[in-house]
């Protein structure tokens, strides 16, 4: 199912964003250290540092051949991957930003972090369109169901807040963690929401109604990160625990655990972020211990 394939090693300090990159068997990582890295999954090697930056990257992401870049310090880099340069630096954020999503229908970008305030910016001229508060606390994660139409916002409050896209006013409200949400993806299907929560619970909220479906005690800490697999009925978690877990996206059964705790090959601190190549045929993790992994998906 999945097997420890290679371990990249370079960054010096905790590692907490991944992105796929445009180019085949290429993705990026960024953290605490002053650099966005680029890694061959063709030669299982690094390739360079992609763009240097002045503070910690809490999170990437790439839409067409930009690379959004987001900080510690608040600032959001765009990074152009045709022109190898950065085109903008957007500038609204006064403390770290957590997450950031494109809607392509409307050609925006939006962005959240520590100061709990959504912002919304256009992709035409990377202005800031507009901005409103979510919670006067971390919003840390973002999830956008798969037409587009609905945004989903995890809160410090555990509470997990549901937007239209169109025009942001809220749809509802869904309570069931204990603790802040740390992690939020709509399914592939269309089906579901799933979330994930430093209560160690992943919740399962049908649609179109976010129902309360199905509640696991997945981790024994923190979950960070939740990624389905692009063609396969699976979808990953990672936690604070230092594990990463397999599961199935339509029966919700534990089908993998990798951790050094199990006896297979694993990280020694907490997983920050895990992403699968856009083929499927691997699946990339990263965290404190400052490595990235790479796993074959068989």
Known sequence: M??????????????????????????????????????????????????????????????????????????????????????????????????????????????????????????????LLYHFPIIPQTVRSIALSNDEKEIALGGKDGVIRIYHSEDYSMIRELSAHKLPITALQYSPTGNYLISGSRDAQLKVWNLPQYELINSVAAHMFSIYAIAFHPTKPYFATCSQDKGIKLWGAEDFKLYKILSLEKNTQGHFHSINKLIWSEDGHYLISTGDDRQVMIWESK
Do not use: C
């Open 2 to 127: 999945l097997q420890h394939l290679h371990t990249l090693n370079g960054h010096q300090n905790p590692i907490y964003a991944l992105a796929n990159s445009p180019k085949k068997d290429t993705f990026f990582s960024a953290g605490n250290d002053k650099g966005v890295v680029e890694w061959s999954l063709e030669t299982m090697s690094f390739v360079k540092v992609l763009v240097p930056v002045q503070s910690s990257v809490y999170a990437l992401h790439r839409y067409g051949n930009l690379l959004f870049i987001a900080q510690r310090s608040g600032l959001i880099l765009v990074f152009n991957l045709d022109e190898e340069k950065i085109t903008a630096t957007l500038s609204f954020h006064q403390k770290g930003v957590f997450d950031l999503k494109t809607i392509a229908y409307k050609n925006e970008l939006i962005s959240t972090g520590e100061d709990g305030l959504l912002a919304v910016w256009s992709l035409t001229d990377f202005s």
